[in-house]
């Protein structure tokens, strides 16, 4: 009888190990595919912080270009220059994110 008994329970632990080896290896696939997320996260992050920071130096360059006291003639100039050098560095950016 006492043997039955160790049986069951051996029966029993191996169940239980069986369960929680399953429930480990689940979890890793799961802990795999949470990191995989996590970088692309960061690299969305790092894109948006980039495209952020364009921003900031196009708003600057519009402060400088609109401060700039000149003739009608010469401020068009140079916004129309101010602009060139924009989308220029934007097509840079552009081409370092990809």
Not at 70 to 88: F, P
Request: glycine share 4%; with cysteine.
């Amino acid at each position: 009888m006492e043997r039955e008994t160790l049986e069951k329970k051996l029966a029993t632990l191996e169940r239980k190990l069986r369960l929680l080896l399953n429930e480990h290896q689940n979890l890793q696939l799961e802990v795999s595919r949470l990191q995989e997320e996590n970088g692309e996260m960061k690299k969305i992050l790092r894109a948006k912080d980039e495209q952020v920071e364009g921003f900031k130096n196009k708003v600057t360059i519009n402060k400088i270009a609109n401060s700039v006291t000149a003739d009608e003639g010469e401020s068009a100039e140079i916004k129309q220059k101010l602009s060139e050098y924009i989308k220029k560095i934007d097509l840079c950016i552009a081409h370092l994110s990809e």
